[in-house]
């Protein structure tokens, strides 16, 4: 009998101490949830009385020597970290680093504007489509970042040149010297027309005249057109040398003088052309922005399709 008493003691005492201990927990948790930082403005600073924040869309009181925790006087329009105790009261107010609120605010216009670049890509993904927009990456990058022609300076030393460095040597006027400056030099007008050309086959989804579907060629005209223009420079400057210098041999030296010359000409000249190698940028230049021309044709075809029909 004793011991089925002692038993249900021991019962009723465990279930109280429970029972207690779910209380003192869920009321911890209640303090936690309700309790918190929140950020305000100051509305109103402790100049003459209690100074006023606006935090949780609501003015609350505070004052200088309960609730400030900064080492600066409160000013009005100064943000502020607010805690918050369980009853909505404020328990202390803190001033906002101005370095936190650069970030944030960083922050915040940088995910505007990521969240903006997402939707306007997606948007231009569909109208133009992805093998399209890939299409003219590729002829970007090819352009900008991989060599399209490899020159030799000796035997163990070359300079890779991309195609925007050969905008560069045609707007200095392709002379031997502008390859010694073509980090500083300025592709001018070249370089205009080379983002014109990169837009051209975007410029058809915009507007409805059938001809601008004629820019999806543009990339591969301006390369090959520009690279021709380069090799027949080139041809034409040393063809024009050579020339100046056997007539200055026939004067001065006679038939044998200008044929010694001519010679050496034609040696400098094959070994001109032999220090002169192409590329990785060339090739992949060449095949996105023909399969760009490619689906420019394809669409040539359908508009004249559709306007027979």
């Keep these: 009998m004793r011991e089925s008493l002692t038993t249900v003691c021991l019962g009723l005492t465990s279930h109280r101490t429970l029972q207690q201990l779910f209380t003192f927990q869920f009321q911890f948790t209640t303090l936690k949830k309700d309790s918190g930082m929140a950020r305000g403005k100051i ?3 402790t100049n003459a009385g209690d100074g006023i924040i606006f935090v949780d869309e609501k003015q609350m009181p ?3 020597e309960r609730h400030w925790r900064s080492g600066v006087p409160p000013q009005a329009g100064m943000m502020v970290e607010v805690a918050m105790a369980a009853d909505g009261t404020i328990e202390s107010v803190m001033q906002v680093d101005e370095t936190q609120l650069a970030k944030e605010q960083a922050q915040k216009a940088w995910n505007t504007v990521s969240s903006q670049g997402r939707l306007g890509a997606s948007a231009l993904a569909a109208r133009v489509g992805v093998p399209a927009l890939a299409a ?3 002829v970007l990058v090819a352009w900008l970042f991989l060599n399209t022609l490899s020159v030799r300076i000796t035997a163990s030393q070359s300079i890779g040149i991309t195609f925007y460095d050969v905008l560069k ?3 200095s006027g392709m002379s031997m010297e502008a390859l010694g400056v073509l980090g500083t030099a300025s592709a001018g007008i070249y370089g205009l027309l080379m983002w014109v050309c990169l837009l051209a086959p975007i410029a058809s989804h915009f507007h409805s005249n059938r001809h601008l579907a004629w820019g999806y060629c543009a990339p591969l005209v301006y390369m090959v057109g520009t690279l021709a223009f380069c090799y027949f420079g080139v041809k034409s400057e040393l063809r024009r040398s050579t020339q100046a210098a056997s007539e200055m041999a026939n004067m001065f030296g006679g038939s044998r003088s200008a044929a010694m010359l001519q010679g050496m000409a034609d ?5 001109t052309w032999a220090a002169f190698s192409t590329g990785l940028g060339l090739y992949i230049g060449l095949l996105a922005s023909g399969y760009l021309a490619f689906i420019g044709a394809r669409r040539i075809l359908a508009n004249r399709a559709t306007r027979i029909q």
């Design 43 to 45: 509305l109103r600073d």
């Design 62 to 64: 505070f004052s200088l």
């Design 267 to 271: 040696e400098m000249i094959s070994r």
């Design 136 to 138: 003219l990456g590729v």
């Design 169 to 171: 040597a045609v707007n």
